[in-house]
């Protein structure tokens, strides 16, 4: 991994993102901690291309998007236009808000949605991919419903936008996962997991935590990992100490 594959996911300064003169703020803090590129989410109704110049104009690079979940099901040509106007070719697809991991039908059908969705985004010249939580780590026929959303979809389809700590918090291995989708995992959340006294799961700075990210990063490059991205759903104080305090870890311990 190198440093100019490190990105930061907007969605952890989101509260600095909801206007165009704090999202111009933000980019440049955030380029000046070191970051050359970053992730669009979370961030206030912008429109593209002033986002885009806004991005370009503080030398970050945007990497990947979010898009909203019913829009990439139910609207792909909404969401193809959107990244068409932001100049990216990365995209995922943040959250299963409404499915049902008990129900055959409710999780069929998510996954008929994503491929025919994914199959317009290839179309464009952009991929789709699949960010994932902890309820995917749900048994559906004897294995993670995780399992079956990418066994179900054409790879072509559909990449894997792995989170570290929601696999962990989920029960899955980070390593195994970034195994498992080898050829299929084009970016990455790196997110830590720590425990607190009180033994309850937390976010954390990368390195602060338990995740082996050398193996991981390892691991997520034979998988053909083009995006490393920093996210901290929540942070203990400042935000942007936080990110700050990640890309000097990496910086120090991670990259090539």
């Given at each position: 991994?190198?440093?100019?594959?490190?990105?930061?996911?907007?969605?952890?300064?989101?509260?600095?993102?909801?206007?165009?003169?704090?999202?111009?703020?933000?980019?440049?803090?955030?380029?000046?901690?070191?970051y050359e590129a970053a992730q669009l989410s979370g961030h206030g109704p912008i429109p593209e291309p002033e986002i885009a110049k806004i991005m370009a104009g503080e030398g970050l690079a945007i990497c990947a998007?979010?898009?909203?979940?019913?829009?990439?099901?139910?609207?792909?040509?909404?969401?193809?236009?959107?990244?068409?106007?932001?100049?990216?070719?990365?995209?995922?697809?943040?959250?299963?808000?409404?499915?049902?991991?008990?129900?055959?039908?409710?999780?069929?059908?998510?996954?008929?949605?994503?491929?025919?969705?994914?199959?317009?985004?290839?179309?464009?010249?952009?991929?789709?991919?699949?960010?994932?939580?902890?309820?995917?780590?749900?048994?559906?026929?004897?294995?993670?419903?995780?399992?079956?959303?990418?066994a179900q979809t054409d790879p072509r389809h559909l990449v894997g936008e792995l989170d570290t700590y929601w696999v962990q918090f989920g029960g899955g291995d980070c390593v195994e996962w970034c195994r498992k989708?080898?050829?299929?995992?084009?970016?990455?959340?790196?997110?830590?997991?720590?425990?607190?006294?009180?033994?309850?799961?937390?976010?954390?700075?990368?390195?602060?935590?338990?995740?082996?990210?050398?193996?991981?990063?390892?691991?997520?490059?034979?998988?053909?990992?083009?995006?490393?991205?920093?996210?901290?759903?929540?942070?203990?104080?400042?935000?942007?100490?936080?990110?700050?305090?990640?890309?000097?870890?990496?910086?120090?311990?991670?990259?090539?």
């Amino acid at each position: 991994m190198k440093l100019t594959q490190v990105a930061a996911q907007l969605y952890t300064v989101r509260d600095f993102c909801q206007t165009a003169s704090d999202l111009a703020a933000t980019a440049r803090k955030i380029r000046a901690i070191g970051y050359e590129a970053a992730q669009l989410s979370g961030h206030g109704p912008i429109p593209e291309p002033e986002i885009a110049k806004i991005m370009a104009g503080e030398g970050l690079a945007i990497c990947a998007t979010h898009e909203p979940a019913a829009v990439i099901l139910d609207q792909p040509e909404k969401a193809i236009e959107s990244l068409q106007k932001l100049g990216c070719r990365l995209t995922a697809y943040p959250y299963p808000q409404g499915v049902d991991f008990g129900d055959a039908d409710s999780v069929n059908l998510l996954v008929r949605k994503l491929d025919a969705a994914g199959a317009r985004f290839r179309a464009a010249g952009i991929t789709l991919g699949y960010h994932n939580h902890d309820i995917e780590f749900l048994k559906f026929h004897g294995a993670p419903v995780l399992d079956y959303i990418y066994a179900q979809t054409d790879p072509r389809h559909l990449v894997g936008e792995l989170d570290t700590y929601w696999v962990q918090f989920g029960g899955g291995d980070c390593v195994e996962w970034c195994r498992k989708l080898r050829g299929r995992l084009p970016f990455i959340h790196l997110k830590d997991y720590a425990i607190t006294r009180e033994r309850k799961p937390v976010f954390c700075e990368i390195g602060g935590g338990t995740l082996p990210f050398k193996r991981i990063i390892d691991e997520a490059e034979r998988s053909g990992c083009q995006w490393f991205i920093v996210e901290q759903d929540t942070c203990p104080n400042n935000p942007f100490d936080s990110l700050r305090i990640s890309f000097d870890y990496i910086q120090a311990h991670l990259v090539a």
